[in-house]
């Protein structure tokens, strides 16, 4: 029983310190001012190298409109400490916020041309699972007793019901990550 104890403690050490050293090197961000302005003299080269930055955070582009500037990405469900190779919690705080309750994100970026170079701009936005309405119980959503079955046989257009989501407004750890990440991939400095 001793010997299984101490294999059991030695295993949740080998598993949980890795975790833990990633997660403090995921402090505070250094406030980048958004818009950003990088250096660059072709549209194609801007743009994907701001894409790829997206691709880094496993974000999945939802639209692109290169007329207009504007990447948008889809709803993204914010990782916990146990998914360190996700992006979209930057911080030690969010990580553990998108652990104890379902948080989703998502980015739009703008960019746009300015003198001698482009302004890149991130909005990125947070919403918070609206669990108000689900059922505590085993079986409660599947069966739920208080709701009769109804059959409405014409077509739905739109979505008839709440999402289900409330948003928290914009995510400015988020925000300050990407923007960081963009002004590394153009090779300047953070104090520029």
Same mark, same amino acid.
């Given at each position: 029983?001793?010997?299984?104890?101490?294999?059991?403690?030695?295993?949740?050490?080998?598993?949980?310190?890795?975790?833990?050293?990633?997660?403090?090197?995921?402090?505070?961000?250094?406030?980048?001012?958004?818009?950003?302005?990088?250096?660059?003299?072709?549209?194609?080269?801007?743009?994907?190298?701001?894409?790829?930055?997206?691709?880094?955070?496993?974000?999945?582009?939802?639209?692109?409109?290169?007329?207009?500037?504007?990447?948008?990405?889809?709803?993204?469900?914010?990782?916990?400490?146990?998914?360190?190779?996700?992006?979209?919690? $930057?911080?030690?705080?969010?990580?553990?916020?998108?652990?104890?309750?379902?948080?989703?994100?998502?980015?739009?970026?703008?960019?746009?041309?300015?003198?001698?170079?482009?302004?890149?701009?991130?909005?990125?936005?947070?919403?918070?699972?609206?669990?108000?309405?689900?059922?505590?119980?085993?079986?409660?959503?599947?069966?739920?007793?208080?709701?009769?079955?109804?059959?409405?046989?014409?077509?739905?257009?739109?979505? $008839?019901?709440?999402?289900?989501?409330?948003?928290?407004?914009?995510?400015?750890?988020?925000?300050?990550?990407?923007?960081?990440?963009?002004?590394?991939?153009?090779?300047?400095?953070?104090?520029?």
């Amino acid at each position: 029983m001793r010997r299984w104890f101490a294999l059991s403690r030695w295993l949740l050490t080998v598993a949980f310190v890795p975790l833990v050293g990633g997660c403090a090197g995921m402090g505070q961000t250094a406030s980048t001012t958004n818009p950003i302005y990088v250096r660059a003299n072709n549209d194609e080269y801007v743009w994907e190298r701001t894409v790829d930055v997206v691709h880094d955070y496993l974000f999945e582009i939802e639209r692109e409109n290169r007329l207009d500037g504007l990447i948008e990405t889809r709803y993204k469900t914010g990782s916990g400490l146990l998914e360190p190779w996700h992006g979209d919690s $930057p911080t030690l705080s969010s990580r553990t916020e998108s652990t104890l309750q379902s948080i989703r994100r998502k980015a739009y970026i703008r960019i746009a041309p300015s003198q001698g170079g482009y302004m890149v701009a991130v909005e990125a936005f947070k919403e918070l699972e609206d669990v108000s309405g689900a059922a505590n119980f085993a079986g409660g959503a599947t069966f739920l007793e208080n709701n009769p079955l109804q059959r409405d046989l014409t077509a739905v257009v739109g979505q $008839p019901a709440p999402s289900g989501w409330i948003p928290k407004g914009r995510d400015a750890e988020l925000e300050q990550a990407l923007l960081s990440s963009i002004r590394t991939a153009f090779g300047e400095a953070a104090g520029q």
